[in-house]
C-alpha cells in the first residue's frame, strides 16, 4: 500500500527515514483542511487557479513523486480515464507496475518535451484510423488514445489503446497534463506518478481483454489491428460539453492538414470547461484539427477576460503562446517534427469566453517529394507535401498510408491528362511500398486521384503540369489517331485564358465517339475527397449533366468503356457562380444527368449532335435502377463505376457527391435527390465504400 502525503509547496520536502517528505503535522493538517473547505466554499469563478502540487510517496521504493490525478468526470473526462484504466490494468497484467502502489496507480518517467517512444503503427498519425468505426457509429469524432502516452513511455515498452472523444483528447488530455507539468516542475527523465481517483478495478476489465505484450507489439506493429471496442458508458452519465465545432477551410474533418502549400483554418468555441469537476482546472478549448510540418500564424480574437492563450498538441506540449492578451492576440510557431499531432488552441479563463481564431499554415515538404496521403472518416485521401504545380517524369514519388481510415491494398492511381487519355496504374500492394511514376508527356496537365482495393476514393488535387524529371525514357506516346474521344459543348473562352468556364447549374454536355458501350463517366472536382460516377445506358452515346461544383475552381470529365478503355479528349472546365436556374431538364431518371444518342464526329470545341438538349431522360441508369423522391434536405448522391487497367483489370470504384439538384418547371421549381447504393442498388447512404458519413 502506498503512503501519501500532501503538501503545499515542493520546496516543502523534509527527508526522512522512509526517503520522502515526513508526514504533515496535525496543525498544518487542519490549515490545509480549513483552507480546502474555504476554497470549496467560493465561486467558481472566484476560486484560485492551484499552484501546489501534490506528491506521494510510495514507501516501498522510497522514493516521493509528483502526482497527476485524474477523476471520472462524465462528459469531460470519462473515456480518457476508461482509456488510462485500460492500459494501466493491463501493465498490472505484465507486472510492469511499480510494488507497493494502490489500484489505479503506476509510476512513469517523463521522457521530455518533443522525446516521444511510440509503437510505431498502434496509433497512426493522429491516432484516428484506428477509431474510423467508432466515429461513424457515435456521429462524432474520435481519436485513438494510447497508454502509456508516447512522452511517458519508456523506449521499446508497449502500449495500450482505446477510442476517446476528440475533444478528451487535445481538448482534455493535453491542458491537463500540460498544467500538471508546469505546476509541479517536471523535467526530462522526472519520474511521476498517475493516479486514478477511485481506482481501476471498478471497469472489471475481462482478462480476455488484456492482451499480452507479444500480442499488441504484434498488431501494432506488424500486423493487421483488431477492431475497436465499444465506447465506455459511464456509471451515472450527465450531459456532455458541447464539442467544440471546427471548420479547418482545407480539413477533411479529423485529417492531417497537408493539402496545399498554404491551408486556412478558422473555428471559435464558448463552452467553460471543467476537467477536474471541481473548478480547479477551467478553460475554453477550440480544436485545431491535426497539424503538418510547417508554418502557422494564429490571429484569436475573444469577448472577454483570459490569463493566456495557447496552442497546445494532445500531450500538452506548447507550439505558441500569449500572456494576459487584451481582446486579441497574435500566435506564431513552426511544427518540425512530422508528428502530425491534433492540437487545441486553449484559452486559460474562469468564465466562459467566445474564443476564435483565423490562422495560416504554410506547409513544408516532407522528404523527397513525397506524397502524403490523408485517410478519413470520407475515405481515402492523399496529397503533394511538395509538388504543387508541377509533376516530374520517371521519378518513383513516395506514398505514405497513414490517417483516419487505413486503405485496404492493392492501391491505384488514376491519372486524368487534360484533352488526353487518362491512364489507372498500379502504384502499390502493401501499405510500407507505395509510389507513383509520371509517364504523360512533358507538357500535359494532370488531376490525379489514388484509390484502394475496395473502392475508397483518395481526394485529388489542384491540376499539375509535368515537366522533365532526370529522365524521359519511362514517357509514353499519346496516340496518334485516337479512334476512342469524348467532346464537349463548353467551348473555350479568351477571357478564361483559353479555358472552358461552366457557371453553376449550366449544362454541360460530353458526346462520345467510338469505343464499346456502356460508357463509363467520372467526373472529378480539384481538391475534392470525392469523385462522381456514372454509367450511360446502352447504346447511349451523349450524356448531360448540371454543374455544382463549387465556384473557383477545376472540374473534370473523363470516359471509359466497357472493355477498361479510356477516352481520348479529357476535357477541363474552370467553375464560376453564375446561374441558379438550369435549364428545362425534367424526369431524369439518374438525378438530373441524362444520357441518349448523338451522331459521331465533331471537334472538342464544337461536338456534334444536339448536346445541348438532354438526350432520353427516361433511360434507366446503366448501373441499376433509380429512384427520386422529394425531400426537404440534401442527401448525397452514390454511385458505381467501372473503370479498365490496361484492357484487362477491372476495378471497382466507390464514389461519393453531394449534388443539388434543382428543376425548374416554367413558374416552380421541384428538388430532387437520388439515393443509391454501391454500383447502382438501393440501400441506404454509408453502406458502401466511398460514402460520405
Known sequence: MSTSTSISTSSSVRPSSTGC????????????????????SLEPRQRPFPSDCMRLCNIAAKQEYP?????ENPGET????????KGIMQRVKDGKIQPGLDDGEDVLEYNGKGVRETTSALCRPGGVGFCREVSLAAGAPFECDEYPPAVLNPRGGAQTRWCVPKYQNSGTQGPMLSNFLKKCGVKGKDKMMVKIKGGCKRFNFARSELESEAERFDFGEFGLAPAPNPVHTPTNPTSAPIVPKTLPRESLGGHVLQRRATIQLDASNGTLRNPN????LLYVAVEIDELADGHYEFNVQFDGTIESVTVLNKYGEDYASASSPSGSASLSFDITDGSNLPAALIAWTSRAVTVSYAGTGTLKASGDAALRPMLGMRGLGCAFASIQTTIPTCKDLPITIAGEKNGVPPYYMVALAVDGTPTTTLIGTTDDEVSYQVRHPVGTRLLLSVTDSEGNPGGTFAPMTVVAGDSTSCVNAPPASPTFTVHTNITRSNASGGLREVSTCDFVALVVTGGTGPYNIMAIAANSP?????????????YTYVNRALPGGFLVAAVSDSTGQWATGTPLFTTKGGNTGGGDNTNNGNGGNSNGSGTGGGDSNNPPG????????????????????????NMPLVIGLTAGLGGALVLALGVTLFIYLRKKMRVRELEDEVILGF?????????????VY
Open 21 to 40: 517528505s515526513s508526514m504533515s503535522t496535525r496543525s498544518e493538517l487542519v490549515e490545509l483542511e480549513r483552507r480546502g473547505r474555504e476554497i470549496l
Open 67 to 71: 502526482v497527476w490525478e485524474i477523476g
Open 78 to 85: 470519462d473515456q480518457l480515464v476508461y482509456s488510462m484504466c
Open 277 to 280: 469537476g471541481d473548478s480547479s
Open 530 to 542: 470525392a469523385v462522381t460516377n456514372d454509367t450511360m445506358a446502352r447504346g447511349n452515346n451523349v
Open 610 to 633: 444536339n448536346s445541348n438538349t438532354p438526350g432520353n431522360s427516361n433511360n434507366s441508369n446503366g448501373n441499376g435502377t433509380t429512384s427520386a423522391e422529394k425531400k426537404d434536405t
Open 679 to 691: 454500383s447502382g442498388t438501393k440501400g441506404p447512404v454509408g453502406t458502401k465504400p466511398g460514402a
